[in-house]
Nanobody
């Protein structure tokens, strides 16, 4: 079975940076479109960013554009989310997700486009 494990979360002050990692096992990583989602208390799990199988195409939610960077290293079976200039409203549990079925013709912002999910890592940004 495919497993995704996130790491790198923590507590930072506003304006700080974190780099999240998600490592996959049990499948062929390069076949997956990979995405990052986040869920804050009382809110639904929302799209943050996604990256194509080759790593050449990326999309971001508006609030992440210019501050976050998604990347992947297929040789390491890992996808990353570099988060700079963090804001308190970025606080959430961050989840990585993989899709075998996604054709890459859209943004990929819907949860039902993804097949595999990690357990999440907490990001807390203080004022």
């Amino acid at each position: 079975q495919v497993q995704l494990v996130e790491s790198g979360g923590g507590l930072v002050q506003a304006g700080g940076s974190l780099r999240l990692s998600c490592t996959a096992s049990g499948g062929t990583f390069s076949r997956y479109v990979m995405g990052w989602f986040r869920q804050a208390p009382g809110k639904e799990r929302d799209f943050v960013a996604r990256i194509s199988r080759s790593g050449t195409i990326t999309y971001y939610t508006d609030s992440a554009e210019g501050r976050f960077t998604i990347s992947r290293d297929n040789a390491k079976n890992t996808v990353y989310l570099q988060m700079n200039n963090l804001k308190p409203e970025d606080s959430a549990v961050y989840y990585c997700a993989g899709s075998v079925r996604f054709l890459g013709t859209g943004v990929g912002r819907s949860r039902n486009e993804y097949d595999y999910w990690g357990q999440g890592t907490q990001v807390t940004v203080s004022s």
